[in-house]
Structures are given as structure tokens and as C-alpha cells.
């Protein structure tokens, strides 16, 4: 049984016909093609489907994709506006924080996140915000200095 | 802070160079922040099916019977794989490059050995289904005694695990359960040594945990052919090892990969790509298997736990003059990869350090748990950790700083290593200078004046050697400590040495094993100054 | 109850690339008609930068600009046989492969320019900047782009390499384990400061200092990435994770990452690194590799610390704050160890 799903992703209308008890992860992979959303456990524990619903991040692999009909999502994909690049997408490229590549795109969620609701973060700041993040690779640092980094950058933009 | 030392053997490179040596940003860094580099699952394909298998929930067990015939008429499930269906069941991953012999199924047949093992695999049009039919097959079980203890499972009566080795240990040179290192006299040397430590060190098994876990698509192509997207960290390998099971020509099988979500180790034993070409095959279909997180964390292979004894003889002037290791490596209940580090664990014995005694017996032993592998270090991290561990506590036994104590004994260009190789572009005193420096770590003057190069340390002809204990013929290198010593690099003023504990007269050092540059001059050159 | 603090250290080698040898690799290199170049390999990037490395070293073989070079990897119908990413063979092995292909299509690329410039090749070298000239005379001089187009449409000359590395396969001695199991091998100095709590068993890593040796930093910030991940993943060695808990008892096993435990952002600490190049003879440009050996001193490093602060030793890893706790009941609670 499928149930047709509307909702806003990157900000363009979508609408897809989900499997009833479907995920948002899987939906969002294999019915609407995003696949820079990844799936690390499918069960909450690695934050690697961290997307953003309404702004606030959220595991898509524990997400009912039919509870989202109507809401905003944001994943990696839609960070770059055209060509140009996302400060935080320009900070992790900076400061190396990405090794494998596979929680990047979690990583830049759930920073991002953050940043939106909090421009100038505390080092403390940002190690919560990731603390549900796992990287194999990095060891976090580079990764906790290029969200710090990135908003430094924002409030000199604005400055 | 991370800085480059550019200044120490400046003088055997050649820095003149356009590209190495920039921190060029890397070719995939686009790729990774904008969720565009494209890893093994990232391709959408039509029709796709699923892999799922059942596994075992018992340690050791004989099958007695198998009922999958409500799971065939499951909604969604296309195929049923069973032992059978597997052309070639019985594999050892390093039958490439001929080493061990074929001793895993990759169904189990009648046995289960492990708590994990695969059994049957379901093929179905989502892994929901294949899930939910897994759970309508019966299975039942003759439950068998288990072993999961490495000395355990050297015992006489132990259950054995491995019908390939019953004994339970891989054998080497077809007539040893172990592999042997034999350098020196190590008895001898414990019987002249002041302190002599004997200690029992465990490693863990580690999970490799990447954050993509272990799988792979297979793809029926025009003419035939299998594409192949993997998650593994050696395509060919998997490739072959692939081909060998479905017993295919390997130009069938066209393997795609390359951009992998983290390894450490957990990706070569391919453990998904043989079962998800025979479901394709088997069905004429896309299919994928993928492991789930638990199976990642509880079935796929682990890094082995192995079990350590040192015992080690050091004199009170530093220098360790025997180490004897008996090691166990969990090899789980196939052999996988843990035969090969049981020997780069002997070539590793006993460390950086130049001992003129060593002797070892390191075993790759069945247990009943999965099969350990390859991880980060393999056959070394154990190894080190133990050790290391160890130069502590002789440090501590003899009174010796411990950084100073590995300067000590490490190993340099022109000594003889247990595996009777000589050393050469040795740099461990270096390192520990550096990193010692770095840490505010005080060392006294000589061994900050040392060196891994010949003749070992700067102040070496000019404090006087003591040439009755000079280098023997069969070592050359170490009478050439008259070419120009070289100071590795600038260093802060020493502080003013600390007195060095009151010491005897070193006793003479063991006599080295015939042929061997190794030699106790460079000890008596260093204790020789203090003497004086 | 109280906090301790102390030090520890451990050095420690590791070899290059499979034991005993019999480990190949194999690289091709070609350009296209305007000049660009793509090194085709069959070899993993799992997030060490094989792709980055293998790059730059063609490039620099090459004598072309970084930006002209591309790695395609892995596919089995194009990229030439390698045999895998592990063992901290990539650099070494595949990183010679690839200098062995670069090396030959650049022989090529010398010839046509020769051609085009009427000159003997050996008068010519590259500016490293998209161009080759006669050595002396700069003006004299011709780009890459052209020498490439000139090579496939006037000429009929393939600028392409093929590359092999291979170390022989040795054997080892069964009675004495005589054998040659490397080539080359990467060093290292690991010191590390923690606390441990008395009153809990916790321990804090508060600082890592180390220095490697690697033969040649080819990518100082990849070097970097592998240093300051492969410190953290010793660090969740000795203190944190296993599968297995109570070894060899199978029981109490984690199934997922809510009860596998790694330090996670908040339980990191700096790391001073320093990078010594000492160059091994067969490398490329004398790298050797430090994908493993960089997590391997930690383990130790810890333990030897633990000990410094409070007195106990713990030779079981992981070191749980339950180890911590009995070893210091059995010792009579923590008598730290002269300060480091």
C-alpha cells in the first residue's frame, strides 16, 4: 500500500508515493533520488540521515515519511545555491574535515542547524550540536574548528 | 599544532620538488561536501531485489533440519538460496595467493560454528520482505560444545571447531601449529639478566565500525556479465574471491567501487559480494545485500583478539638482553586473514629495539565467535601494545627513564634484526627526541645526541669507545663511526643532567648469534662516558 | 578521591605493505588530445586519499600541474590489477605503480615535444607549469596542450604509461622465522597526558604529543587527517571500545552504536604532532605510509599513563573505569608515580 507524500524539499515541491511505514531516509533515497542523504544504522544511532525539517535536525531514518506531508526538508544536496558553495561546505573543504566522506553529509546538517540558530556558536556550542554525529575518520577536530570557522566567517560577511 | 621537522635528515632528500609535498586539497573533497561522491549504494536501479540472510543462533551446532517452505510462499520473496546452491562452498580468502586451505562455506552446510554464521539467504522484493520471510523459516539445531578461549582450545579434549584444522590451529610449513622465531639464545640471556619480567597482556576485538557498512549490488549486463558495486576495500581480490565461489570466469564479473564509507580493515573479506552475484544470477535480477548496523557490529569480521605473553631479561644498565613472546591470535572460526598476521607478528617480535635474544611461538588458533580479520595494524597493534607496555615496566624495574630506556635499546641503521634482516633508515630515536622535546619531556645530553644513523651517537668516538668491545668483522658499519657525526637537529640548551642512578660496570653482553652485526659496542660507548 | 594525572609514552615501527611481499600493484597513465591526464587505477579510496595522493604523484612525475591530473578508480574493466587497500600499502605500493606509468608517458610526451621543437629530448625539461622548454633557453618552448595535440594528430605518438610495482614474494623460515617481511618501515614517538579519577575509574585523555617518521610527507594535510584520526581511533582502542567486554566471555556484546562506545567530540583533546621525513629507498619520492601505524602507539601510550598517575596497571584493553576501579582496590587505591 503507498501513500502519496507532498512536501518541500531544497525548496522545490515534491511529491512521492511512499511504501506505508516507509522511513524518510529510504524515501528520500529511493523514491525521490537524494542520495546525498546517507544511511549509517538505520536505527538513530549514527546521525549520518541527519536532514533538516523545518529547520530543526532530525534523523530521516527514524522519520515516517508520511509524517512529513506539508513540512520543509533540507539535506546536503541543497546547501549550494547554483554554483556557489555553502560556508560550511567551504569551511569543511578548508579545513579537511572530511576524510571517507560518508558522514559529511549528516555533519554539514547538523551544523547547519546550528548555525541557524546560533550564528556564534561556543566551541561547547558545536560539540553538542555534532554530539550525535559519529566520523570514524576525522577524530573531530577538524570538523568541530570548520563549523567554528564557518560561522566566524558568517559574522565577518555580515560585519 | 601539526609541524613538519624538515630540518632532520634534510640531508638524504631531495626537497626540490613542484607537487609533493603541497597540501594540495584532495579530488574528492567536492565531492564529500556536497553529498555527490558516489559510493557503492548510490546508484538507482530499476527492479532492484533484496538480500537478506538467515544466520545462526547458536556458538556450535549440527543442523539437523531446515524448513523454508512458508518462507518461499512469503509475499515478496522471489528465491531461496541455500548451501547447495553455492557452486564452489568452500573458500579461504587467501587461496589467492596460495596460502591455508579451503575451510569456509559461505552457507554453512551442516555445521554452524560460529553465533552469526550465514545459513540460507532470501531474496525478495524489499529487504522488509526478505526480513519477515527470514523469520518463517524453522531451523533445528543439534547444539555442540564450544570453545571460545584461546588456550582453551589448545587443550586436549577442546571441542574442535574447524573441520578443516581439526585441531584447531592453522598449520604452518605443513608441520607446525605455530610460527616460530629463533635468534640468539634466549635462556641464556635470561640467566645473565638482572630483572627478569613476565607478563600476560589481552587485546579486545575491535569493530571497525565504519559508518557505511558492508555491501555490494549486483547487476545482470548484456552479454552475460555481472556489474558489480562494492563497498570493498580490494576490488580484485573481491573479484576473484567472488568468481572462485560462483564459478564464473572472472571477465564476467565487472567490478565498480573505488569510493568506500570507511574501511579499517572490515572491507576485504568479502563477506557480501559472492552471495549477492549468485542471487543475481539465480533470479536474472538487480540485487543488493546490505548489512544492517547490527550485522556490521555482530557479524561482520572483527579485529582479533590476541593474547600476549613477554617475558622479557633486562640488565641494570639498560640494556634488554633477551625476549621470549608466546602470542594467540582468535582467529575465530574460519581463517580469514588471521594466518597471514600470525607471521607479520613474528617478523614484528621483539619491536623497534635491537635484542641479541629473541625467540618467539605465535599461534593462529579456531574459537568459536566470528572470524576475525584484518583491522588497522593487523598483527602489530596487540603486539605493541603489549610491548610497550612492557619497556615500562622495565623502565620502572631498573630505574631508567623511560624514553631514555628506548633510546637505549632501539634499533638502528646497520643493527641485525631477530628476523635476520639489517636495519637500515631506522628513525625511532629521532622520533622520540622529537616528540620528547615537544612534550617538555627532559632527556639527558647523550640521548638527545644519539642518533639512528651509524655509529648511533655523536659523542660516540669522541667519548671514547671502548674498542675491546669494538665492532666485530662481520659488522663494518659500526667501525665507521669515524665519518662525520651529525647532529640531527638544533636543539635548546640542555638542561643540567640529572645524576645518573649509581650503576656497576655493565656486565659483558650476551654473545651475538654468529653472523650478526648486532653488537653491544654502542651500550658501552654511552655508559662508557658515564663512567668516566 | 581524587583526580591524577601522569604521562606515558611508547615508540614503536611498522612496516610497509604486505608481509613477506607478493603484493602488486599496476597503474596506467594517459592523456587525452589537449593535454590533460588521467591516471587509471583499480585501488581503493576509503578516505585515506588514494585518489589525492596518486595524483600528485603523477603529476610531480609528470612535470604537469596538479589540476591536469585526474585518478579514476575503481573499476575492474579499466583500472589495471591492485592488490587492495590495506596492509599501509597504497601509498608505497600503488604510489610507485603510478610514478613507473608517469614515468613512461612522460617519456613519450619528451619525444613529441622534441619533435615538435626539433631538439634531442634530453635538451628538454617541464616547467611543472603546463609547459616544456629547452633547459637554458625558456623561450624555447612549447605547452603540454600542444605537444599532446601534436602527438595524437601529426605525430601518432600515445602519451601513455603503464606502471608495476611489485615486491617478490619472500619466504620465511619455519624453524627460525628468518624472513624479509618489509622493505621499509614508518616510526613513531607517542606521549600522552591523562587524569584518572580514583573515585570512578574515568580516564581523560588531556593531551597527545607525538612524532612520526614517514619518509616523505607527499600531502601534509592528508598526513595530518590520518595523524590526528588514527590518534583518536587509539584512544577509543585503549579506553573505550570491544565487542566482547568481557573476553573471552561472548556475553554483554554491543549490537549498535548506542552501546558501542567511541569518544565522541567532547572527549577529545589537542594533538601536537611533528612530521619527520626520513626517505626509504624504494618509496616514491622515499614516502613509506601511516594509515595503521598511527593508532598503534595510543594503546600503550594510554596504559603507561595510567599507570604514572595512579599506580596501577591494566593489561586488558579496553581500560574501562570498571579495570581502573579493581586494579586500584587490589593495589590499595591510587600511589601516583613520580611526576613526568
Not at chain 2, 659500526?478 to 665519518?483: E, I, L, N, P
Request: net charge neutral.
Amino acid at each position: 500500500m503507498k501513500t502519496p507524500v507532498q512536501f518541500r524539499l531544497n525548496g522545490e515541491d515534491v511529491a512521492a508515493f511512499a511504501e506505508s511505514g516507509a522511513n524518510l531516509l529510504d524515501v528520500l533515497r529511493e523514491v525521490v533520488g537524494d542520495l546525498s542523504v546517507k544511511g549509517g544504522c538505520w536505527q538513530g544511532s549514527c546521525g549520518a540521515c541527519t536532514v533538516l525539517i523545518d529547520g530543526a535536525p532530525r534523523l530521516s531514518c527514524l522519520t515516517l515519511a508520511e509524517s512529513i506531508a506539508g513540512r520543509s526538508i533540507e539535506t546536503a544536496a541543497g546547501l549550494r545555491r547554483g554554483a556557489e558553495l555553502h560556508p560550511l561546505q567551504i569551511a569543511f573543504m578548508e579545513r579537511f574535515a572530511a576524510q571517507c566522506g560518508y558522514c559529511t553529509s549528516g555533519m554539514l546538517m547538523a551544523a547547519k542547524a546550528l548555525l541557524d540558530r546560533n550564528p556564534s556558536p561556543t566551541r561547547e556550542d558545536v560539540v553538542e550540536a555534532l554530539g550525535g554525529n559519529i566520523c570514524r575518520c576525522t577524530g573531530y577536530e577538524p570538523i568541530i574548528q570548520a563549523v567554528l570557522d564557518a560561522a566566524s566567517g558568517d559574522r565577518r560577511r555580515r560585519a | 599544532m601539526f609541524e613538519l621537522r624538515k630540518d632532520i635528515f634534510a640531508d638524504e632528500r631531495d626537497d626540490n620538488l613542484k607537487e609533493i609535498g603541497q597540501p594540495t586539497q584532495r579530488q574528492d573533497m567536492l565531492g564529500h561536501v556536497t553529498g555527490t561522491s558516489t559510493y557503492y549504494d548510490d546508484h538507482r536501479i530499476a527492479g532492484l531485489l533484496h538480500l537478506k540472510v538467515l544466520r545462526s543462533p547458536h556458538a556450535h551446532a549440527r543442523i539437523r533440519s531446515i524448513d523454508d517452505a512458508a518462507a518461499a510462499r512469503a509475499p515478496g520473496v522471489k528465491r531461496i538460496i541455500r548451501a547447495a546452491d553455492v557452486p564452489v562452498n568452500l573458500n579461504t580468502l587467501l587461496s589467492l595467493i596460495q596460502f591455508g586451505k579451503d575451510d569456509e562455506p559461505s552457507l554453512a552446510n551442516d555445521i554452524v560454528r560460529y553465533k552469526g554464521e550465514p545459513i540460507l539467504g532470501i531474496v525478495a522484493t524489499s529487504e522488509r520482505a526478505a526480513i519477515e520471510a527470514l523469520g518463517l523459516v524453522r531451523v533445528s539445531y543439534d547444539q555442540l560444545p564450544a570453545v571460545f578461549d584461546v588456550e582453551e582450545a589448545l587443550k586436549p579434549g577442546a571441542p574442535s571447531v574447524n573441520a578443516t584444522y581439526p585441531k584447531n590451529t592453522f598449520e604452518y610449513h605443513g608441520k607446525y601449529d605455530h610460527q616460530k622465531l629463533r635468534y640468539g639464545d634466549v635462556e641464556a640471556g635470561f640467566a645473565q639478566a638482572d630483572v627478569v619480567l613476565e607478563e600476560r597482556y589481552q587485546m579486545s576485538p575491535i569493530e571497525h565500525a565504519p559508518v557505511e557498512t558492508n555491501g555490494s549490488i549486483a547487476v545482470p549486463d548484456t552479454n552475460g556479465r555481472f556489474v558489480v558495486y562494492t563497498s570493498t576495500q580490494a576490488l580484485f581480490f573481491s573479484l576473484d574471491t567472488a568468481a572462485k565461489i560462483n564459478a564464473v570466469p572472472s571477465n564476467q564479473l565487472h567490478f565498480i567501487g573505488g569510493t568506500v564509507g570507511g574501511g579499517f580493515g572490515g572491507k576485504v573479506d568479502t563477506m557480501t559480494e559472492p552471495l549477492v552475484i549468485l542471487a543475481a544470477r539465480l533470479t536474472g535480477a538487480p540485487v543488493r545485500y546490505r548489512f544492517s548496523r547490527h550485522e556490521e557490529m555482530q557479524f561482520g569480521a572483527p579485529r582479533g583478539a590476541e593474547r600476549i605473553y613477554v617475558k622479557d631479561g633486562v640488565m641494570r644498565d639498560g640494556r634488554i638482553v633477551a625476549r621470549k613472546v608466546r602470542a594467540y591470535f582468535d582467529s575465530g572460526a574460519y581463517t580469514r586473514l588471521s594466518s597471514y598476521a600470525v607471521v607479520k607478528c613474528v617478523a614484528h617480535i621483539p619491536g623497534p629495539y635491537t635484542i641479541p635474544n629473541a625467540h618467539a611461538d605465535v599461534y593462529c588458533v579456531f574459537t568459536n565467535r566470528t572470524p576475525a580479520t584484518a583491522m588497522r595494524g593487523f598483527g602489530v597493534t596487540a603486539l605493541d601494545f603489549a610491548l610497550e607496555c612492557q619497556m615500562d615496566k622495565l623502565a620502572v624495574a631498573i630505574g631508567m627513564d623511560p624514553i631514555e630506556f628506548r633510546i637505549l635499546n632501539a634499533y638502528r641503521d646497520g643493527d641485525m634484526k631477530a628476523h635476520r634482516r639489517e636495519a637500515k633508515n631506522c628513525a625511532l630515536i629521532e622520533c622520540a627526541q622529537v616528540a620528547a622535546e615537544k612534550a617538555n619531556w627532559p632527556l639527558r645530553e647523550q640521548f638527545r645526541r644519539m642518533s639512528s644513523r651509524i655509529g648511533g651517537g655523536a659523542d660516540r668516538t669522541a667519548a671514547g669507545v671502548d674498542r675491546s668491545r669494538a665492532p666485530t668483522p662481520a659488522a663494518p658499519a659500526r667501525t665507521a663511526a669515524a665519518a662525520p657525526q651529525r647532529v640531527a637537529y638544533e636543539r635548546p640548551a640542555p638542561p643540567a643532567p640529572t645524576p645518573p642512578p649509581a650503576r656497576g660496570a655493565p656486565p659483558p653482553p650476551p654473545s651475538p648469534p654468529a653472523g650478526s652485526t648486532h653488537g653491544a659496542p654502542r651500550f658501552s660507548s654511552v655508559f662508557g662516558t658515564r663512567r668516566r | 578521591m581524587a583526580k591524577h594525572r601522569g604521562r606515558g609514552v611508547a615508540t614503536i615501527n611498522y612496516p610497509i605493505g604486505m608481509n613477506l611481499g607478493g603484493d602488486p600493484s599496476q597503474a596506467l597513465v594517459h592523456s587525452n588530445p589537449t593535454g590533460k591526464f588521467t591516471v587509471t587505477l583499480s585501488s581503493i579510496d576509503l578516505g585515506q586519499g588514494m585518489k589525492s595522493v596518486t595524483r600528485q604523484i603523477c603529476a610531480e612525475t609528470l612535470g604537469v600541474p596538479v589540476e591536469d591530473v585526474f585518478v579514476d578508480t575503481a573499476d575492474s574493466d579499466t583500472g589495471p590489477h591492485c592488490m587492495g587497500s590495506f596492509a599501509s600499502r597504497g601509498t608505497h605500493r600503488v604510489g610507485n605503480a603510478v610514478m613507473m606509468a608517469a614515468r613512461e608517458a612522460r617519456a613519450v610526451m619528451m619525444e613529441a615535444a622534441a619533435e615538435e621543437l626539433e631538439v634531442d629530448p634530453a635538451d628538454l625539461e617541464t616547467d611543472g607549469r603546463g609547459a616544456i622548454h629547452v633547459k637554458g633557453a625558456p623561450h624555447r618552448s612549447i605547452a603540454v596542450r600542444d605537444v599532446a595535440i601534436a602527438a595524437q594528430f601529426r605525430q601518432g605518438r600515445t602519451i601513455a604509461g603503464r606502471g608495476i610495482f611489485l615486491v617478490p614474494l619472500s619466504d620465511v623460515d619455519a624453524e627460525t622465522g628468518e624472513m624479509t617481511p618489509a622493505t621499509c618501515y614508518a616510526h613513531a614517538c607517542f606521549i600522552v597526558e591523562v587524569e584518572v579519577d580514583d573515585e570512578t575509574g574515568d580516564v581523560a585523555v588531556l593531551k597527545m604529543t607525538s612524532a612520526y617518521e614517514l619518509g616523505r610527507a607527499l600531502n601534509p594535510k592528508l598526513v595530518e587527517q590520518q595523524l590526528v584520526g588514527g590518534s583518536w581511533m587509539g584512544m577509543s582502542h585503549a579506553l573505550y571500545e570491544t565487542p566482547e567486554p568481557y573476553y573471552p566471555d561472548t556475553r554483554e556484546g554491543p549490537r549498535d552504536f548506542n552501546e558501542y562506545l567511541m569518544p565522541g567530540p567532547g572527549d577529545i583533546c589537542p594533538h601536537d604532532v611533528a612530521v619527520l621525513e626520513r626517505p626509504a629507498s624504494d618509496g616514491p619520492f622515499g614516502a613509506k605510509g601511516l594509515g595503521e601505524m598511527c593508532a598503534n602507539p595510543v594503546l600503550p601510550a594510554v596504559a603507561n599513563a595510567i599507570f604514572n598517575a595512579v599506580g596501577v596497571r591494566v593489561n586488558e584493553l579496553p581500560i574501562t573505569p570498571e579495570k581502573v576501579l579493581r586494579a586500584l582496590k587490589a593495589r590499595g587505591g591510587a600511589v601516583p608515580a613520580r611526576a613526568r
